[in-house]
């Protein structure tokens, strides 16, 4: 069973920067797409980001612009390089294959103040 796990959350001002990255136990060509999803306070978690294996690439309106993700395929690796951060980004973001197919990881924090 492949296990995901979350970093590089931390607290930032508007306008900052983070890069998140999610590292696969296994391959991640185990997926047919990996996602960035993430859940605010009393909010129901939401899809971010995706990338297929191809490297075709989704974002949701919200971030679009502002937010990146990548992959690297010899690590295992997602990234979600997110720029121009808001107080509306402040959430537990994770990732996992879209549609979610692996038990969700801990998740890393990302806060912005205003």
């Known amino acids: 069973q492949v296990q995901l796990v979350e970093s590089g959350g931390g607290s930032v001002q508007a306008g900052g920067s983070l890069r998140l990255s999610c590292v696969a136990s296994g391959s991640i060509f185990s997926f047919n797409a990996m996602a960035w999803y993430r859940q605010a306070p009393g909010k129901q978690r939401e899809l971010v980001a995706s990338?297929?294996?191809?490297?075709?690439?989704n974002y949701a309106d919200s971030v679009k612009g502002r937010f990146t993700i990548s992959r690297d395929n010899a690590k295992n690796t997602v990234y979600l390089q997110m720029n121009s951060l808001k107080p509306e980004d402040t959430a537990v973001y994770y990732c996992n294959g879209l549609p979610p197919s692996r038990p969700w990881g801990q998740g890393t924090q990302v806060t912005v103040s205003s």
């Open positions: 990338i297929t294996r191809g490297g075709s690439k």
